[in-house]
């Protein structure tokens, strides 16, 4: 039976809406009854499988992983041409000591592991749409996202791009990395804030007027983008693991995507001991874990680990679903999830920017390795992990950014320059081209029924 996709709003099973095709699923983004798209089984891998991995490269092993959530839509030797070429970049992992490794996820064209997911999706949307037919990808971006799509979809036959971001809240890098994609990729800066960014693309998606343009949105809750993200903990476990033994993963999380990869790869058959969802002061999943309650956090923390700053994190919805409860939109509970089940694979801390900094200044002294703010939570949080469960277990701590993205708080911290890595090198010779816009729904939505 091939894997259909089913929301999230289910009551006791039975579904509002009926289940969905990947190729569906992926244009859909979202269900028509509000909830997120979960696949209705999840396909094994037999620990034979897993450890065949260790001999393979990352498109092959994403190959294996992700065949069966494709299932018809694409034929295998399409698929496994779309991995190669999605995935060409290297994915380190470097050893701190015989017990922890960095996986750095910062190597694709915009250094931060939103690539990984990003890549993916754009190429498996351009390939199902139905030929000949133009769409129009809307993203509101504070960060990393807007740059790893703009860059995914930059140069793909019949999709045009437009990326709201706020003037305000991107750093120097990350700006010109938006306004330097150039091709089909168009730059919004708008004088506001994230916020009114994503609520303008929501409005754009109800609009009449606007419905010729096909659009889409490439958001962090599409199922396409999830299931990428749960192959590189094969692969990770496949070259660190010894004798099969369990491993635990520690991930910087802030609207949880990222973790959710790890908790289906643990589903698949992963020998994962314990996943550790490392936030930063935005703590209500840590919360979550340790009382039982919810409590969403509004407006959210400003941290340094700016890319976490998430108080109702989206895809907290997937846990939910997937440990027996219901979460909406808006962080009502409706129904509690299970929570010793939860406690038994889920750990969760809250790390402060004093800590994280700390942690930057500590790993570099022990071990000479470069963290960034993101990355440094993750580490902090094992350790806090370790300090009460010992640290017996193999881990692996996910970067999700590269340092150089984040010169101020190194430099700080520890005196140095980081080095760009290449992706980011060529940006200075690259051309900047953004269109400043007052923000507000009527002139975005003029400018982008003008250009088409
Ligand atoms: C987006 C992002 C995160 C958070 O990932 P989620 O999947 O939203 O939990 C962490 N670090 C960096 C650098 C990011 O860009």
Same mark, same amino acid.
């Not at 289910?10 to 028509?32: E, W, Y």
């Not at 109702?312 to 129904?335: C, H, I, M, Q, T």
């Given at each position: 039976?091939?894997?259909?996709?089913?929301?999230? %709003?289910?009551? /006791?099973?039975?579904?509002?809406?009926?289940?969905? &095709?990947?190729?569906?699923? *992926?244009?859909?983004?979202?269900?028509? #009854?509000?909830?997120?798209?979960?696949?209705?089984?999840?396909?094994?891998?037999?620990?034979?499988?897993?450890?065949?991995?260790?001999?393979?490269? !990352?498109?092959?092993?994403?190959?294996?992983?992700?065949?069966?959530?494709?299932?018809?839509?694409?034929?295998?030797?399409?698929?496994?041409?779309?991995?190669?070429?999605?995935?060409?970049?290297?994915?380190?992992?470097? +050893?701190?000591?015989?017990?922890?490794?960095?996986?750095?996820?910062?190597?694709?064209?915009?250094?931060?592991?939103?690539?990984?997911?990003?890549?993916?999706?754009?190429?498996?949307?351009?390939?199902?749409?139905?030929?000949?037919?133009?769409?129009?990808?809307?993203?509101?971006?504070?960060?990393?996202?807007?740059?790893?799509?703009?860059?995914?979809? =930059?140069?793909?036959?019949?999709? +045009?791009? !437009?990326?709201?971001?706020?003037?305000?809240?991107?750093?120097?890098?990350?700006?010109? @990395?938006?306004? &330097?994609?150039?091709? /089909?990729? &168009?730059?919004?800066?708008?004088?506001?804030?994230?916020?009114?960014?994503? =609520?303008?693309?929501?409005?754009?998606?109800?609009?009449? #007027?606007? @419905?010729?343009?096909?659009?889409?949105?490439?958001?962090?809750?599409?199922?396409?983008?999830?299931?990428?993200?749960?192959?590189?903990?094969?692969?990770?476990?496949?070259?660190?693991?010894?004798?099969? @033994?369990?491993?635990?993963?520690?991930?910087?999380?802030?609207?949880?995507?990222?973790?959710?990869?790890?908790?289906?790869?643990?589903?698949?058959?992963?020998?994962?001991?314990?996943?550790?969802?490392?936030? %930063?002061?935005?703590?209500?999943?840590?919360?979550? *874990?340790?009382?039982?309650?919810?409590?969403?956090?509004?407006?959210?923390?400003?941290?340094?680990?700016?890319?976490?700053?998430?108080?109702?994190?989206?895809?907290?919805?997937? $846990?939910?679903?997937?440990?027996?409860?219901?979460?909406?939109?808006?962080?009502?509970?409706?129904? +509690?999830?299970?929570?010793?089940?939860? /406690?038994?694979?889920?750990?969760?801390?809250?790390?402060?920017?004093?800590?994280?900094?700390?942690?930057?200044?500590?790993?570099?002294?022990? !071990?000479?390795?470069?963290?960034?703010?993101?990355?440094?939570?993750?580490?902090?949080?094992?350790?806090?992990?370790?300090?009460?469960?010992?640290?017996?277990?193999?881990?692996?701590?996910?970067?999700?950014?590269?340092?150089?993205?984040?010169?101020?708080?190194?430099?700080?911290?520890?005196?140095?320059?980081?080095?760009?890595?290449?992706?980011? +090198?060529?940006? %200075?010779?690259?051309?900047?081209?953004?269109?400043?816009?007052?923000?507000?729904?009527?002139?975005?939505?003029? $400018?982008?029924?003008?250009?088409?």
């Amino acid at each position: 039976m091939e894997i259909r996709y089913i929301s999230t %709003n289910r009551l /006791n099973g039975i579904g509002k809406t009926s289940p969905l &095709s990947f190729t569906d699923a *992926l244009s859909k983004g979202i269900a028509d #009854d509000g909830g997120l798209f979960m696949p209705d089984s999840i396909p094994q891998l037999n620990p034979a499988a897993i450890s065949s991995f260790s001999k393979m490269d !990352y498109p092959d092993i994403a190959f294996r992983v992700l065949r069966e959530y494709i299932g018809s839509a694409l034929p295998e030797t399409e698929l496994i041409r779309l991995l190669k070429d999605a995935y060409d970049f290297e994915v380190p992992i470097e +050893k701190a000591d015989d017990k922890t490794y960095i996986m750095r996820l910062d190597r694709g064209p915009t250094a931060s592991f939103k690539d990984f997911a990003a890549r993916f999706m754009a190429r498996m949307m351009a390939r199902l749409k139905p030929a000949g037919k133009k769409i129009t990808i809307l993203v509101a971006t504070s960060g990393d996202t807007g740059s790893a799509v703009g860059e995914a979809f =930059k140069g793909l036959e019949g999709i +045009k791009v !437009y990326i709201l971001y706020p003037t305000a809240e991107v750093s120097p890098i990350q700006k010109k @990395q938006l306004d &330097s994609i150039g091709e /089909n990729v &168009s730059a919004l800066e708008l004088s506001g804030t994230f916020d009114d960014c994503q =609520k303008i693309v929501k409005q754009a998606f109800f609009d009449k #007027d606007l @419905q010729h343009l096909n659009l889409s949105s490439a958001n962090s809750i599409n199922i396409a983008r999830i299931l990428p993200q749960s192959v590189y903990y094969f692969y990770a476990f496949s070259r660190v693991s010894m004798d099969g @033994q369990p491993i635990i993963f520690s991930v910087p999380s802030g609207n949880l995507g990222n973790s959710f990869g790890c908790e289906v790869a643990r589903r698949m058959g992963l020998p994962v001991k314990r996943l550790i969802l490392a936030v %930063n002061s935005n703590k209500e999943v840590a919360e979550l *874990l340790q009382t039982g309650e919810y409590r969403k956090i509004e407006p959210s923390v400003n941290c340094i680990s700016n890319a976490m700053n998430v108080g109702n994190p989206s895809n907290l919805a997937r $846990y939910f679903d997937a440990f027996g409860g219901w979460l909406e939109k808006n962080g009502d509970v409706l129904k +509690k999830p299970d929570l010793t089940k939860m /406690n038994e694979i889920l750990f969760s801390r809250s790390i402060s920017d004093e800590e994280t900094r700390q942690t930057i200044v500590a790993f570099h002294n022990k !071990y000479k390795i470069l963290l960034e703010p993101h990355g440094a939570v993750g580490v902090r949080a094992l350790e806090l992990y370790r300090a009460i469960n010992g640290s017996a277990d193999t881990a692996v701590c996910l970067e999700t950014a590269h340092p150089a993205k984040f010169p101020e708080t190194i430099t700080s911290e520890l005196g140095l320059v980081p080095e760009l890595p290449e992706a980011l +090198k060529h940006l %200075n010779g690259r051309e900047s081209c953004s269109v400043r816009l007052p923000c507000e729904f009527q002139a975005v939505k003029e $400018y982008i029924s003008g250009c088409n």
